[in-house]
């Protein structure tokens, strides 16, 4: 059974920073495309960054030059390192895997206030 599972979420302040991870088991997920979206309150979900299966990074404009995703070697861990969050960031955080099939985590909070 394929699960991804996030953390590292939580309350800053507006300019903090913020370091989400997200765990696949249950399958390999190498060279499979991997990536983080996020959904606010009354909003749909969005794509905040990805990795294709070629291993490139796509960025939503909104978060280019704040955010950087990282794979660690297994490439079955990805990272979302956001710096200078603003509070428009706050939502719940997604990640997704695909193979075959679309597989989401169950979502981690990221609120960015004073």
């Known amino acids: 059974q394929v699960q991804l599972v996030e953390s590292g979420g939580g309350l800053v302040q507006p300019g903090g920073s913020l370091r989400l991870s997200c765990a696949a088991s249950?399958?390999?997920?190498?060279?499979?495309?991997m990536g983080w979206f996020r959904q606010a309150p009354g909003k749909q979900r969005e794509l905040v960054a990805t990795?294709?299966?070629?291993?490139?990074?796509s960025y939503t404009d909104s978060v280019k030059g704040r955010f950087a995703i990282s794979r660690d070697n297994t490439q079955d861990t990805i990272y979302l390192q956001m710096n200078s969050l603003k509070p428009e960031d706050t939502a719940v955080y997604y990640c997704?895997?695909?193979?075959?099939?679309?597989?989401w985590g169950q979502g981690t909070q990221v609120t960015v206030s004073s």
């Open positions: 249950g399958s390999s997920f190498r060279g499979c495309p």
């Open positions: 990795f294709s299966s070629g291993g490139s990074t």
């Open positions: 997704w895997a695909y193979k075959i099939l679309n597989y």
